[in-house]
């Protein structure tokens, strides 16, 4: 960049003790990119009106610094910055009109007001600088001491407070609106409030990597309320998102420049559901991330998994891969009545009573907030007993079906009124599916109950909402009683290898009074078509 230098230096010795040498420095600076997260950055080619500025006293050992930025789309910046030879004393930043309060105590001040304010860049770039930090005052504890991670002597870190009022806070380029930020530190944190519409609580952000004991600083976060709409801004799903940035990261953050995690949501809320008491544990590794912990508790529900979030080349060896994250999770769901536990969450009309758990492993190529659908693999089992298929609204249960079972009783030829009152009760229903690129496969899901066996396989595919599913029926009749104990591996296979055997003509059961009916069900999500099969002669 180009710069126009002024020093001035007074003849006379009164004034050149009252006032000093003063050196004005300013610039466009065309040709120099700020390395800032928006706002406050600024590409190669884009002119601002950039000012440095001092004045050297006789026998004064300490000088003050004046930064200043004005124009352009930037927010205007002032700084004021004591220093003595190398060692930074005391700096005040003043953001918009607010001037930088120049109070000249020890520490880092920030105050004023902004327009736009993009989380993202700064929680990326206080982590790149804790990382930076950590790692030289870990190396200077070691040389200090002889030691890896011994308790030597550190660099002290100047205190950090301020507060700072945003009008648009961005999230992974979603807008989350107005924001009130307060600052503060200790000699081990760097504290952090955040007042907002849809995210308000506390972060303790470590100063250091690692800590005088050797071990790594862990990250607390205590926030009181998430909305649904942050929830939407870490998943690409607002519907204001803006394009990204194009220097935001392929997958994000490096996970493996993380401290560890222990965070507590006291509320979240997504749509109908509400989560209260969310805890996540994270500890980094040479690849990236382990989720050590992840879930809640809500009176008789329990959410529980574990994982891992890391980069596919963490030596980048392939250019190409560069940048490129996979996370894989864990998670198991289990209630003694899931009817009352969901309920307690905010989701309704699924399970009566019901006991029993589900498991599920999930993986994609992305970070650990941003689950690909179209690109979604991995494996889903259920084992729920003692409850009942409830009369579902339009869009419950799609997944495998289950929103049409109970409607199967009024399209046989049989009374189950008394049954079906308060949904179809079951006394099992097992099933298991894997999912590959977003769509799901369902091997078998079988419930047996009072009305008999029923059996759903097929696929739904979760990027175009669409099923391909065949439901079995073989209705407990008075024909079928003894052998409805036999069924297993489902209806059709199992009457197969009955019939095969001989064991229903020994029984004395007319296979066609057995009741066996099969059903399509296909189409959108939106509409989807419940049609019989054809019995077989």
């Given at each position: 960049?180009?710069?126009?230098?002024?020093?001035?230096?007074?003849?006379?010795?009164?004034?050149?003790?009252?006032?000093?040498?003063?050196?004005?420095?300013?610039?466009?600076?065309?040709?120099?990119?700020?390395?800032?997260?928006?706002?406050?950055?600024?590409?190669?080619?884009?002119?601002?009106?950039?000012?440095v500025?001092?004045?050297?006293?006789?026998?004064?050992?300490?000088?003050?610094?004046?930064?200043?930025?004005?124009?352009?789309?930037?927010?205007?910046?002032?700084?004021?910055?004591?220093?003595a030879?190398?060692?930074?004393?005391?700096?005040?930043?003043?953001?918009?009109?607010?001037?930088?309060?120049?109070?000249?105590?020890?520490?880092?001040?920030?105050?004023?007001?902004?327009?736009?304010?993009?989380?993202?860049?700064?929680?990326?770039?206080?982590?790149?600088?804790?990382?930076?930090?950590?790692?030289?005052?870990?190396?200077?504890?070691?040389?200090?001491?002889?030691?890896?991670?011994?308790?030597?002597?550190?660099?002290?870190?100047?205190?950090?407070?301020?507060?700072?009022?945003?009008?648009?806070?961005?999230?992974?380029?979603?807008?989350?609106?107005?924001?009130?930020?307060?600052?503060?530190?200790?000699?081990?944190?760097l504290?952090?409030?955040?007042?907002?519409?849809?995210?308000?609580?506390?972060?303790?952000?470590?100063?250091?990597?690692?800590?005088?004991?050797?071990?790594?600083?862990?990250?607390?976060?205590?926030?009181?309320r998430?909305?649904?709409?942050?929830?939407?801004?870490?998943?690409?799903?607002?519907?204001?998102?803006?394009?990204?940035?194009?220097?935001?990261?392929?997958g994000?953050?490096?996970?493996?420049?993380?401290?560890?995690?222990?965070?507590?949501?006291?509320?979240?809320?997504?749509?109908?559901?509400?989560?209260?008491?969310?805890?996540?544990?994270?500890?980094?590794?040479?690849?990236?991330?382990?989720?050590?912990?992840?879930?809640?508790?809500h009176?008789?529900?329990?959410v529980?998994?574990?994982?891992?979030?890391?980069l596919?080349?963490?030596?980048?060896?392939?250019?190409e891969?560069?940048?490129?994250?996979?996370?894989?999770?864990?998670?198991?769901?289990?209630?003694?009545?899931?009817?009352?536990?969901?309920?307690?969450?905010?989701?309704?009309?699924?399970?009566?009573?019901?006991?029993?758990?589900?498991?599920?492993?999930?993986?994609?190529?992305?970070?650990?907030?941003?689950?690909?659908?179209?690109?979604?693999?991995?494996?889903?089992e259920?084992?729920?007993?003692?409850?009942?298929?409830?009369?579902?609204?339009?869009?419950?249960?799609?997944?495998?079906?289950?929103?049409?079972?109970?409607?199967?009783?009024?399209?046989?030829?049989?009374?189950?009124?008394?049954?079906?009152?308060?949904?179809?009760?079951?006394?099992?229903?097992d099933?298991?599916?894997?999912?590959?690129?977003?769509?799901?496969?369902?091997?078998?899901?079988?419930?047996?109950?009072?009305?008999?066996?029923?059996?759903?396989?097929?696929?739904?595919?979760?990027?175009?909402?669409?099923l391909?599913?065949?439901?079995?029926?073989?209705?407990?009749?008075?024909?079928?009683?003894?052998?409805?104990?036999?069924?297993?591996?489902?209806?059709?296979?199992?009457i197969?290898?009955?019939?095969?055997?001989?064991l229903?003509?020994?029984?004395?059961?007319?296979?066609?009074?057995?009741?066996?009916?099969?059903?399509?069900?296909?189409?959108?999500?939106?509409?989807?078509?419940?049609?019989?099969v054809p019995?077989?002669?």
């Amino acid at each position: 960049s180009r710069w126009s230098t002024t020093l001035t230096v007074p003849f006379d010795a009164a004034r050149m003790t009252r006032e000093g040498a003063t050196l004005v420095a300013t610039s466009d600076l065309v040709g120099t990119a700020l390395s800032l997260p928006a706002p406050l950055g600024k590409g190669a080619a884009e002119p601002i009106e950039f000012e440095v500025a001092t004045a050297f006293l006789p026998d004064e050992p300490v000088v003050r610094w004046r930064v200043s930025q004005r124009g352009g789309r930037l927010p205007d910046v002032e700084a004021l910055a004591d220093v003595a030879g190398e060692e930074l004393l005391s700096l005040a930043i003043g953001l918009g009109a607010r001037a930088a309060d120049a109070t000249g105590r020890p520490g880092v001040r920030l105050d004023g007001a902004i327009e736009t304010m993009d989380a993202d860049g700064w929680i990326e770039a206080l982590a790149t600088l804790i990382e930076d930090i950590g790692s030289s005052g870990a190396a200077g504890a070691s040389q200090a001491s002889g030691s890896p991670g011994s308790s030597g002597p550190e660099t002290a870190i100047l205190p950090v407070s301020g507060e700072l009022q945003v009008d648009q806070l961005s999230l992974r380029s979603a807008p989350l609106g107005m924001a009130r930020l307060r600052l503060d530190s200790d000699p081990r944190y760097l504290n952090a409030a955040l007042d907002n519409r849809w995210l308000n609580g506390t972060v303790r952000y470590p100063r250091r990597r690692v800590g005088p004991d050797g071990q790594l600083m862990a990250l607390k976060a205590r926030l009181e309320r998430v909305d649904g709409r942050v929830v939407d801004a870490l998943l690409g799903a607002s519907e204001e998102l803006a394009e990204p940035a194009a220097d935001e990261p392929v997958g994000g953050p490096d996970p493996r420049a993380l401290p560890p995690i222990e965070a507590r949501i006291g509320s979240l809320g997504w749509d109908r559901l509400v989560l209260d008491g969310i805890t996540l544990r994270t500890e980094p590794t040479p690849t990236g991330l382990d989720v050590s912990a992840i879930g809640f508790t809500h009176r008789n529900l329990q959410v529980f998994g574990e994982g891992r979030w890391e980069l596919l080349d963490p030596q980048r060896y392939d250019a190409e891969g560069d940048g490129a994250h996979r996370t894989e999770l864990a998670l198991t769901v289990q209630s003694s009545d899931f009817e009352a536990g969901l309920a307690g969450i905010g989701l309704t009309g699924l399970l009566g009573g019901t006991a029993g758990r589900a498991t599920a492993t999930l993986g994609w190529p992305g970070p650990l907030w941003s689950p690909d659908v179209s690109r979604l693999h991995g494996d889903l089992e259920m084992a729920l007993e003692r409850g009942r298929v409830v009369p579902l609204e339009p869009g419950a249960g799609r997944l495998i079906g289950l929103f049409a079972l109970q409607t199967l009783p009024r399209r046989l030829s049989l009374d189950f009124s008394d049954l079906v009152d308060d949904g179809l009760a079951f006394t099992t229903l097992d099933g298991r599916a894997t999912l590959e690129r977003g769509v799901l496969d369902t091997s078998l899901l079988q419930l047996t109950g009072p009305v008999g066996v029923i059996d759903v396989s097929g696929t739904t595919d979760l990027v175009t909402q669409a099923l391909d599913q065949r439901i079995t029926v073989l209705p407990r009749v008075s024909a079928a009683l003894p052998i409805i104990g036999a069924i297993s591996g489902g209806a059709t296979a199992g009457i197969g290898v009955l019939v095969a055997g001989g064991l229903l003509k020994a029984l004395g059961v007319d296979f066609d009074r057995i009741g066996l009916r099969e059903y399509t069900l296909d189409g959108p999500w939106s509409e989807p078509r419940l049609t019989p099969v054809p019995t077989a002669r």
